[in-house]
């Protein structure tokens, strides 16, 4: 697990083995501490190098540990060692070093690092903090601003910036081991005192309690009751202010809290979960590791609204070439226009060149003939789309991949206007599609595995974060928010108000509630799906209440907003009003108060108290109930799928690890009884009724989340 050798007659190698990304696994921690001392106790040894194999030094702890009993070293006494050791110790950066891997660099006396190489302290993004005394080191190293800065967010720097910020000595485009070795030769013999970080004073600015407030309180609001970017910052402040052995005493008191936090299991099943969703399968037995994506040079955008804007700009970040067509000579002009802007602005960020020649433009749909694969990306419309890909089936080439950019139509119906509906697959980017990370891959029964595979290998070039999802109406995301909504219109009906609402989810960890959710996508978005699903309109001739659709509890309230006109922000009006049409304050309005007051009058409805506990459980368990039935029929294939599109896609708050795990955190059997308590109370609202999986899961015991996936595939009739 750590190799040791000596090379150029004076310098011992320690090279770090733990595949893929050398994590410090107990296994490691103990080679270090060995190697080490066979290093220091070989006489013709004046320095030595650490390393790791195949290029990647140190993705730091092992975090399949967590969570584990730990054995072996730990990583703060190994890295101690380290920087204690008699003899110069230098880093030899290459690809990553990460967390644990910077931390350890930061025990070394010196640090080189390849020119590509990423270093950070990603502690925080899994609930943690850097405790293997990278709290207390990198604030002496480089100062409390930016140390606070990398550590509160995790961001990683590339080579140049870490030399810049002093993090590393050196920065090399040859062969990082080479080059450390002879740094090594170099300072072989030099005095050490001076070198060993934990040493230094930590430079405090004359500010500081101010700047620490103002951190504080920067880090709460952006944290929304995610507890580890406020422990980040206790834990530097306490570098600033006291001595180092007192400091590691801070952190790792600091550590131990977040450590046995929910959230840490949160995140970091969402670490895991993340990764796992690459790895697809699907029911018909299809899988990542068995289907080969197809080649793809050449992408086609069909239609450049907003969707079409933001996936161009996407594809052609990729470095692909992109023909993008749009009929209407007008929004042609102007989609041209704003996508050559997004694109430069983005070049301008990342510090590269933009892409725009890597774009080609037609009013012309011949112009995708020889396109290697196509995303439709027409208004939200059946018929349209329809439409369009018999157009697609006529032009393009055999073989060619179509795609369709729906948020919630049948793939399948588009899929039977085509000759080879195993080409065609839905892909469901996020607004703005350039910016969202998520990318739900929609996949029919006669969907091919290689389609599927090509999708998803695309959307990863597109560094989207893509799920595979059978087909069905709203796939998992807008299936199981469409009943979020609905409960959240339920609740005013009932006695809440917008604010009250919002408030609960926001307190939750939303970044927005439901109602300035709505205000900001547009109110007449839901209002046309809605009308499209037929609900937008009573059927008066059968007598029925405009509150009851297709025999189950409708509220209106959305579609009668819409009919004055009420679209939202873009409107200045929506659940809120604001200061202007585009304006982003939101302000309560007393008009809707009153509209609510005589809606519920005309419905012989009476206000009733409703307090926060009751805004969560009905809008997130009616969505979690629904998240079971997605499993149950096998849309997802598991847990993590459901969890990963709610982060990426819907705003989740992380620390709570999705919708899936929030179910599972809660207690699966608590979920169920108040399920059922709600459906008794809403006898006219079906999709209470709990799931019979989630009836299944409480039956087996309630297994942990990881192990759901066995019950699942369990026939009912074996319980
Ligand atoms: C009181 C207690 C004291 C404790 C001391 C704490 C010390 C310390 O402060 C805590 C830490 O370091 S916390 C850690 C801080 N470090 C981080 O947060 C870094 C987390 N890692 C990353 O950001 C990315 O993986 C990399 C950028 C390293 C590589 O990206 P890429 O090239 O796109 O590759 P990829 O697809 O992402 O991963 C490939 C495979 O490697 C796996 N794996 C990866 N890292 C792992 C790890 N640390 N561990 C285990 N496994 C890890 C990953 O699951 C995947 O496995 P699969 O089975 O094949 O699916």
Redesign the pocket.
């Known amino acids: 697990m750590a190799q040791y050798s000596r090379v150029s007659g004076t310098v011992g190698l320690i090279t770090l083995q733990n595949p ?2 050398n ?1 410090l696994c107990a296994a490691v921690r103990q080679g270090i501490v060995e190697m080490l001392k066979k290093a220091l106790s070989d006489s013709k040894v004046k320095s030595v190098v650490i390393c790791g194999q195949n290029g990647i030094f140190c ?6 540990e967590f969570g584990m009993n ?1 054995s072996g070293p ?3 006494q190994v890295i101690h060692a380290i920087e204690d050791a008699n003899k110069p110790m230098v880093a030899a950066i290459e690809g ?1 070093a ?4 910077l ?1 350890l660099a930061l025990g070394c006396h010196y640090r080189i690092a390849h020119s590509k190489a990423r270093l950070g302290l ?2 925080v ?2 609930g ?1 903090l ?3 005394g ?1 709290t207390q080191r990198l604030p002496r190293l480089i100062g409390v601003p930016a140390a606070l800065d990398l550590i509160t967010t995790g961001r990683h720097v590339i080579a140049a910036e870490a030399l810049q910020l002093g993090i590393v000595d050196q920065v090399t485009d040859h062969k990082t081991v080479d080059a450390a070795v002879k740094l090594a030769q170099s300072v072989a013999g030099k005095p050490l005192d001076a070198r060993r970080i934990s040493t230094y004073p930590c430079a405090r600015p004359s500010d500081l309690d101010a700047l620490f407030e103002g951190e504080m309180q920067k880090v709460r609001q952006r944290a929304r009751g995610a507890i580890a970017p406020v422990a980040c910052v206790q834990a530097v402040q306490a570098a600033a202010t006291l001595p180092y052995t007192q400091g590691i005493e801070r952190e ?1 008191e600091l ?2 809290t977040l ?1 046995t936090s929910g959230q840490a299991r949160a995140l970091q099943y969402l ?2 979960s993340q ?1 796992a969703v690459s790895k697809w399968s699907t029911p018909s037995g299809a899988r990542w590791d068995t289907s080969k994506p197809g080649p793809i040079h050449k992408v086609a955008v069909i239609g450049l609204g907003t969707m079409g804007r933001g996936i161009t700009v996407a594809l052609a970040q990729t470095g692909l070439s992109v023909v993008a067509v749009e009929t209407q000579e007008k929004q042609l002009m102007g989609a041209k226009k704003a996508v050559s802007n997004m694109l430069e602005q983005g070049a301008k960020r990342r510090g590269v060149a933009p892409t725009l020649d890597k774009i080609s433009y037609s009013p012309n749909i011949q112009a995708i003939a020889d396109a290697d694969l196509v995303i439709e990306a027409v208004f939200e419309d059946m018929a349209l789309k329809k439409q369009v890909f018999q157009q697609l089936a006529a032009v393009c080439k055999p073989g060619t991949f179509l795609c369709t950019n729906t948020s919630s139509l049948d793939v399948d119906q588009l899929a039977s206007q085509t000759r080879s509906p195993e080409l065609v697959v839905g892909m469901h980017f996020f607004a703005p599609a350039h910016v969202m990370k998520l990318l739900e891959v929609v996949y029919g029964p006669r969907t091919s595995p290689q389609a599927v595979a090509t999708a998803m290998e695309l959307g990863k070039k597109m560094g989207k974060v893509s799920v595979a999802v059978g087909n069905c109406q709203g796939f998992v995301g807008n299936r199981m928010l469409k009943l979020y909504l609905e409960q959240a219109f339920f609740l005013l009906e009932e006695g809440a108000t917008p604010e009250l609402v919002d408030r609960a989810l926001e307190e939750f960890g939303f970044a927005m509630g439901v109602f300035r959710m709505s205000d900001l996508s547009g109110l007449d978005v839901g209002w046309k799906v809605r009308k499209g699903l037929m609900l937008g309109e009573t059927d008066v001739s059968s007598g029925q209440s405009a509150r009851i659709r297709q025999g189950c509890r409708y509220s209106p309230l959305g579609d009668l907003l819409c009919e004055q006109g009420r679209f939202g922000q873009k409107t200045g009006q929506g659940w809120y009003q604001y200061d202007k049409p585009g304006g982003r304050v939101a302000s309560s309005d007393p008009w809707l108060h009153s509209f609510l007051e005589s809606y519920r009058a005309k419905h012989g409805l009476v206000a009733r108290h409703i307090d926060h506990q009751e805004v969560l459980e009905r809008c997130l368990y009616a969505m979690i109930n629904e998240g079971f039935r997605i499993l149950e029929e096998g849309i997802a294939a598991g847990p993590e799928d459901i969890d990963v599109i709610y982060v990426f896609g819907y705003s989740w708050p992380r620390h709570r690890g999705g919708p899936m795990f929030y179910a599972d955190m809660v207690g699966l059997a608590k979920v169920l009884e108040r399920l059922e308590h709600y459906q008794q109370a809403h006898p006219d609202v079906p999709y209470l009724q709990p799931c019979s999986l989630l009836r299944r899961l409480v039956a087996s015991g309630s297994p942990p989340i990881q192990r759901w996936r066995e019950v699942i595939k369990k026939p009912h009739s074996q319980l």
């Open positions: 893929p990304v994590a993705g730091g702890a092992d975090i399949k730990m730990p990583l703060v990553v990460l967390g644990g891997g931390e990603p502690e993004i899994l943690l850097p405790a293997a990278g790792k550590m131990v450590f670490f895991f990764r």
